[in-house]
């Protein structure tokens, strides 16, 4: 557990997936988080849980610890300014750590953005929408202020929420090709797994509840054997039986080159827009 207060100006579904998974988590306690938002009215799921609310970001900074930038990138520019205009400057600054989830923004144009903050330390990172059920894959960068013992605080908590690793910048669009875009692939494949059997004459809610199951199932089977996925594919493919049958339909249509393809296009997209994972 963490003895760290949270802060998150912007209050969000990534920001209260990270809050409440946390708090769901035991990481940390109701009494150690404060959320900013425009309106009292947005941030009603929050006091629903108990948490501490308020409409002045200054007070998300100069109160909180670690400090989560969960606001649209739109609104970095003149959130940033806001609270450029009313910080009051104090010694507990150098000891703050804030971590943007903001899509697409650069290290350097946050640095730039919290430049009023002595000795900043700012972390990146990018998680995706399973976040939200705790299943998270999350990578983040650091800025040059950043310490080991920051880090490992930050890694704490992107971890509880699934996987967390720290990377280099520049690997950022890379790996969100695969993490922050990866489940938009595999609930395409979980539907037309269910939509194969739909059409053979199972249920459709039926077919739907298989197909994740046969998705997580595997994928769980992986992680626990640590064996490779052709390895443990090849242990399902009997000698002429239904199995490879499939396998050689799925090779007849590409299925691998185009995965591998679309992560390579989502990556260079990242690259060339910032990823929003949409």
């Not at 760290?4 to 809050?19: L, S, V």
């Not at 290290?107 to 998270?136: H, W, Y």
Request: hydrophobic share 40%; proline share 4%.
């Amino acid at each position: 557990m963490l003895d760290e207060k949270i802060g998150f100006i912007g209050g969000g579904n990534m920001a209260f997936a990270i809050g409440s998974g946390l708090i769901d988590r035991g990481i940390i306690k109701i009494g150690q988080v404060l959320v900013s938002g425009p309106t009292l009215e947005h941030l009603q799921r929050w006091r629903d849980l108990g948490v501490a609310t308020t409409n002045d970001n200054n007070q998300v900074v100069d109160k909180m610890d670690i400090i989560f930038i969960c606001v649209k990138p739109h609104i970095l520019k003149p959130c940033a300014e806001e609270l450029k205009k009313n910080h009051r400057p104090s010694s507990k600054d150098k000891d703050k750590v804030f971590v943007s989830v903001l899509a697409g923004v650069n290290l350097k144009d946050l640095e730039a953005s919290f430049s009023f903050i002595d000795n900043l330390k700012m972390i990146r990172c990018m998680p995706n929408t399973p976040m939200q059920v705790s299943e998270g894959c999350t990578v983040y960068s650091s800025g040059s202020h950043v310490g080991e013992h920051d880090l490992e605080k930050v890694h704490i908590m992107l971890n509880s929420l699934g996987i967390a690793q720290h990377i280099p910048e520049s690997m950022i669009n890379a790996v969100s090709g695969l993490s922050g875009c990866g489940p938009a692939f595999v609930y395409t494949i979980i539907e037309a797994l269910a939509d194969g059997a739909v059409k053979n004459g199972v249920p459709r809610q039926m077919a739907l509840q298989f197909a994740v199951q046969v998705v997580m199932g595997a994928a769980k089977t992986v992680m626990i054997t640590g064996k490779h996925p052709a390895i443990l594919r090849d242990e399902v493919c009997s000698p002429g039986g239904a199995t490879i049958v499939g396998v050689h339909e799925l090779e007849k249509g590409n299925l691998r080159a185009t995965l591998m393809n679309a992560v390579e296009s989502s990556s260079q997209r990242c690259a060339d827009l910032g990823c929003n994972g949409k």
